[in-house]
């Protein structure tokens, strides 16, 4: 059975930082790549970021460029997005999701193109 996880989500002040896990069973992760999204209050989920099989090639939408890493341990079947430098419009439910590529660098991460298992992760930037 196919299962996606995320979790480390959470309330922060302005300019803090969070680590999210993006944990999946049921298939391995190795065989895809792996997109990051945000859906804030009221509006479409976005893409933010995705990373490459092996994890050769990253990409990141302009907003969150130079504060957010994505990285992935394909031994533990868990992906990650570390945040930093956090801004009050970071704010949303965050979702992992895999897809057979991830888009080249300065391309749109298309939510079409990835198939969603999980439930997110809630985060609120906010002083």
């Known amino acids: 059975q196919v299962q996606v996880v995320e979790s480390g989500g959470g309330s922060v002040q302005p300019g803090g930082s969070l680590r999210l896990s993006c944990s999946v069973s049921?298939?391995?992760?190795?065989?895809?790549?792996i997109g990051w999204f945000r859906q804030a209050p009221g509006k479409e989920r976005e893409g933010i970021s995705c990373?490459?099989?092996?994890?050769?090639?990253?990409n990141y939408v302009d907003s969150v460029k130079g504060r957010f890493t994505i990285s992935r341990d394909d031994a533990k079947n868990t992906a990650y997005l570390q945040m930093n430098s956090l801004k009050p419009e970071d704010t949303g439910v965050y979702y992992c999701a895999a897809s057979l590529k991830c888009a080249a660098e300065g391309s749109p991460i298309l939510t079409s193109d990835y198939d969603f298992r999980g439930q997110g992760t809630q985060v609120t930037v906010s002083s």
């Open positions: 990373i490459s099989r092996l994890g050769g090639s990253t």
């Open positions: 049921g298939f391995r992760l190795d065989y895809y790549a």
